[in-house]
């Protein structure tokens, strides 16, 4: 049971590892909810590569 718990977090904390996905979450945790545009618009992220990160981070 124990090297599921640890892999899961080796997956969450190299998900976090990109500063784009830690400044996602780091947002997301002040506000609590935002719209996907707003985000991407700020970071100044293309739209394709921000796709890319919300993906990743639904998977863990």
Do not use: F, W
Not at 18 to 45: H, K
């Amino acid at each position: 049971m124990r090297g599921g718990a640890e892999r899961r977090e080796k997956e969450v904390l190299r998900a976090l590892a990109d500063p784009v996905r830690l400044e996602i979450v780091q947002r997301l945790a002040v506000t609590g909810e935002e719209p996907c545009n707003a985000i991407g618009g700020d970071l100044e992220v293309h739209q394709t590569m921000l796709s890319h990160h919300y993906r990743v981070l639904r998977a863990v």
